[in-house]
């Protein structure tokens, strides 16, 4: 799904015009920026929480040239569905 495929549902779901809801998805989407800039966890109910990680230096090994090379630490964004999500795509969609 697209984004404007994904506005265009939203705003039949939510009975908005299209441009009312690409400023709610907006705002939404800058504020978890500026909780992920903060450190904070972003938990949606009924979905899952995004978390930013730091993944630590660490050294790996190009197999082409058996080279050794040093990756600098850097921060992931990560999620973690709830169990009920998992668990329905484990099953093919099915609850």
Do not use: C
Request: aromatic content about 6%; overall charge positive; glycine content about 6%.
């Amino acid at each position: 799904m697209n984004n404007k495929s994904f506005i265009s549902e939203l705003s039949q779901r939510l009975g908005y015009t299209q441009d009312d809801v690409q400023k709610i998805v907006n705002t939404v989407i800058d504020a978890m920026n500026d909780a992920f800039q903060r450190g904070d966890v972003v938990a949606i109910p009924k979905f899952g929480a995004f978390e930013v990680k730091k993944r630590l230096e660490r050294i790996v090994v190009n197999p082409g040239t058996k080279q050794r090379m040093l990756v600098p630490p850097k921060l992931v964004l990560s999620f973690k569905p709830i169990a009920a999500l998992k668990e329905k795509l484990k099953n093919g969609g099915q609850a």
